[in-house]
């Protein structure tokens, strides 16, 4: 166990709808990076979220946005779903120095979202 | 942007013995950090091993080493004495030492290990 949780565990939601996912971090851990893991693929990087505000961003579109709180949890909120979003949806903690690069990542178990 | 190839989608090995998974990455950079990560069926993605690019020596775990070849940009897994508890999908990974916050994996390996 990597001290990092995600809820929900499972997700279904209807094509258009909005859908808010939640991540606790590990203690002692300052930064949040989301992963989207399709069917049979790697972990594709969604966004990095470092003292409250997003610090990365990889290849998804606006209606993917996310937040992190003071106490470095955080949410992915995904608006107007699509089908090509069902997917397991990961949480991955850090630590990172001020100015410096990320260090190792742990991962959350993970929210699976299907979308009909 | 950095790619990373894992060649293999499915690999298996006998209870005991040896396995090695390969994995290659694409980057014009000099300096940066490779990782391998296992994903039980449970999901939890686990970090099974590090290695920093400016390190010549190849990383070891326990059972788990790797064998680093930075100018051939290539970076596989080797797992000892295999055990049932291995099976899982084994991702590569890999992250620029500067500023950059992003991991790149790569599609996977399943391992079967089988009694």
């Known amino acids: 166990e990597t001290g990092v949780t995600q809820s929900p565990t499972h997700l279904i939601k209807t094509r258009g709808q909005q859908v808010t996912l939640r991540c606790s971090s590990q203690?002692?851990?300052?930064?949040v990076s989301w992963y989207q893991q399709a069917l049979g693929q790697g972990p594709q990087f969604i966004f990095q979220?470092?003292?409250?505000?997003?610090?990365g961003r990889g290849n998804f579109p606006p209606r993917f946005s996310g937040l992190q709180f003071p106490n470095y949890s955080s949410e992915l909120n995904v608006n107007a779903l699509e089908l090509d979003d069902s997917a397991l949806y990961l949480c991955a903690s850090s630590t990172r120095l001020a100015g410096g690069p990320t260090d190792t990542q742990y991962f959350g178990p993970g929210t699976r979202l299907t979308v009909l | 942007a950095q790619t990373v190839t894992q060649s293999q989608p499915e690999m298996s090995v006998q209870e005991a013995e040896t396995v090695t998974l390969s994995c290659t990455y694409d980057?014009?950079?000099?300096?940066?950090?490779l990782f391998w990560y296992k994903q039980p069926p449970s999901r939890q993605m686990i970090l099974v091993i590090r290695q920093e690019a400016y390190k010549q020596q190849n990383a070891t775990e326990n059972r788990f080493s790797v064998n680093f070849q930075k100018a051939a940009k290539s970076f596989s897994l080797k797992i000892s004495d295999s055990q049932l508890g291995d099976a899982a999908m084994y991702f590569c990974?890999?992250?620029?030492?500067?500023?950059?916050?992003?991991?790149?994996f790569g599609t996977g390996t399943s391992l079967t290990v089988i009694p």
């Open positions: 990974a890999y992250r620029s030492a500067g500023t950059g916050n992003q991991f790149y």
């Open positions: 203690s002692g851990h300052n930064t």
């Open positions: 979220y470092y003292r409250e505000e997003e610090n």
């Open positions: 980057t014009s950079e000099s300096d940066y950090y």
